[in-house]
């Protein structure tokens, strides 16, 4: 017995419902619109389904005709998408023919051209060249009576099947057939997408990423482009060769150096088009994908698997970062380790969001995959079932708004001596930070101005010595704080490249680079950084008086 789920109908009518409550403007102009013209319409479709299907007959073609109703909301999205109104939407007026064969398909698609003809750019071969979810159709917009244009769809009743049902009817059908072998290999094909989508479920760990995922694969526009051999890959609307090397297999997408299209070399981020061919170029000792590719690939196979290949190559850096970050959460509500680390609870945890062992749950919380909150969430659950009695609800928020309060208090990480809830702000002549020796200056209407002892404008501010304050820095507070430090070096090729990387494995924000090449070839890069204390910014410069032609780094005054 054949079960169909009917997925395609109830989503177009949740999606109708869900607009007319969200969006009762709009929905009520739509329905208003088309109910002005409706038995115009009707007249219309009548008259031209019979022309169609006179034609047909005449050439022995096996067709069943039918209007076809476009849902309200996809009305709405066509009219957003494409900035245009109610009246420019062409397939408001549409029919469709199912046949027998692919074969009936063109055939009958000559006949309705014969009849009426074609607006150019309007048809679409998804027999072809079908979707990434198994949709198969012809589209065609033709011009009909008094140039009014609608649209025609055919395809057969297998097609149909899939379009209306979703996949299930197409395992149902599958299984009608498996004894025909020839069938076999085309149906493994058609199930690919499947497969793979059921892959990407596994790699991903949180339920609201996989359902974008999938959102993102059903609906996205497409591009066909062709491997060297003449394979056709379906990819969403401004893919790059990235996403077709993952498109290909995860290991060719890892391996990637560069790409050709259409024979020539080109940038790994070039959009590609329709037809476009596509020759991937790997390397023996690939250093793997990088993060910038993240900017730009398209489809959420492709981003999923390089953030996979990034999850596995700094497991063990994330799983440290994951512990530091859980350790934090736990401080910060005021309990203890040993009271949330029970093997019980870490169990739970474990068993709810998925994960295989403790390091898997401390790696996902230091890539970012679930966040610490969560996780303390799950444990705190499980600890109120033991400790009902000791409302520990009441004595986290008692400790939150001690911390609110005491936040509030010391916001600028600077305690002025004798003053609470001072205004406070830092000279910008010096940028002060935690490890310099400071002092504080009362101005006028602006609270305390905070410079380092060494500054050059001190000796001004002595002159006035009974406005001088005492301040320190508040050891309990970390604050971001951003710094200009200078560079002098010999110029040479990826001198600039060189600083980013150290920058980005020392995990320091650089705020803005600007590098001057002198006549005498002496290169000088200013850069503005953020650092939590003057260690920091200390193991920062002896970083970068590493790199190689640098010669000089200087904080500026």
Not at 58 to 78: E, F, N, P, V
Not at 183 to 194: A, F, G, I, P, R
Not at 440 to 448: A, D, K, P, W
Not at 467 to 491: A, F, G, H, P, T
Request: hydrophobic residues 35%.
């Amino acid at each position: 017995m054949q079960i169909d789920f009917g997925m395609y109908s109830l989503k177009w009518e949740l999606e109708d419902l869900a607009f007319k409550y969200l969006e009762p403007e709009e929905y009520r102009e739509i329905v208003e619109g088309l109910d002005e013209k409706r038995e115009e319409r009707i007249a219309f479709i009548e008259k031209i389904e019979e022309q169609i299907r006179l034609e047909l007959k005449l050439q022995r073609i096996d067709a069943q005709i039918t209007g076809r109703a476009k849902h309200i909301y996809s009305i709405y999205r066509k009219m957003q998408r494409d900035n245009i109104g109610l009246d420019q939407v062409y397939d408001l007026l549409a029919l469709r023919i199912i046949v027998n064969s692919v074969k009936d398909c063109y055939a009958a698609l000559g006949v309705v051209h014969d009849l009426y003809n074609p607006m150019p750019g309007r048809f679409k071969d998804y027999i072809a060249l079908p979707k990434a979810n198994m949709y198969q159709s012809l589209h065609t917009t033709l011009i009909g009576l008094n140039g009014t244009p609608f649209e025609v769809q055919l395809r057969t009743w297998d097609m149909h099947r899939i379009a209306e049902f979703g996949i299930a009817a197409h395992w149902a059908y599958k299984e009608a057939n498996k004894t025909k072998k020839t069938t076999v290999k085309v149906e493994e094909d058609k199930l690919s997408w499947l497969r793979e989508t059921l892959e990407w479920q596994k790699d991903v760990a949180d339920p609201q990423e996989f359902l974008n995922t999938l959102k993102t694969e059903l609906f996205e526009d497409e591009v066909y482009v062709f491997t060297k051999n003449g394979d056709i890959k379906v990819l969403p609307k401004g893919s790059t060769p990235i996403d077709f090397a993952y498109n290909i297999h995860t290991d060719v997408g890892n391996q990637m150096t560069g790409a050709k299209i259409n024979g020539k070399m080109m940038p790994i981020i070039t959009k590609l088009n329709n037809g476009d061919i596509v020759e991937i170029l790997r390397s023996d000792n690939p250093k793997g994908p990088s993060r910038d590719w993240l900017k730009f690939v398209q489809s959420s196979s492709a981003r999923n698997k390089i953030l996979q290949w990034f999850k596995r190559e700094d497991r063990e850096e994330n799983i440290e970062k994951g512990k530091d970050l859980l350790q934090r959460e736990i401080k910060r509500i005021g309990m203890h380790e040993e009271q949330l680390y029970k093997q019980n609870y870490l169990e739970a945890c474990m068993d709810r969001y998925k994960f295989g062992s403790l390091n898997d749950m401390y790696a996902a919380i230091g890539f970012g995959t679930i966040t610490a909150g969560k996780v303390i969430s799950k444990l705190l659950f499980e600890y109120r079932k033991e400790h009902e009695e000791e409302g520990i609800e009441e004595k986290i928020e008692e400790l939150a708004t001690r911390k609110r309060t005491h936040e509030k208090s010391n916001k600028s990480g600077i305690i002025v001596k004798g003053i609470d809830n001072c205004l406070v702000k830092f000279s910008k002549c010096c940028n002060p930070l935690p490890g310099d020796e400071i002092i504080g200056y009362i101005t006028r209407g602006r609270g305390v101005s905070v410079h380092r002892k060494d500054c050059v404008n001190i000796k001004d501010l002595f002159q006035d010595e009974a406005r001088i304050i005492d301040v320190e820095w508040c050891e309990e507070e970390k604050q971001i704080y951003k710094v200009d430090i200078e560079l002098k070096s010999n110029d040479r090729d990826g001198l600039v490249a060189d600083i980013a990387r150290e920058m980005n494995n020392l995990k320091a924000a650089m705020i803005l680079i600007n590098s001057r090449v002198s006549k005498d070839r002496i290169v000088t890069t200013n850069m503005t950084i953020e650092v939590e204390s003057l260690d920091e910014l200390n193991k920062i410069m002896r970083t970068l008086r590493k790199i190689d032609s640098v010669y000089e780094v200087n904080r500026k005054k």
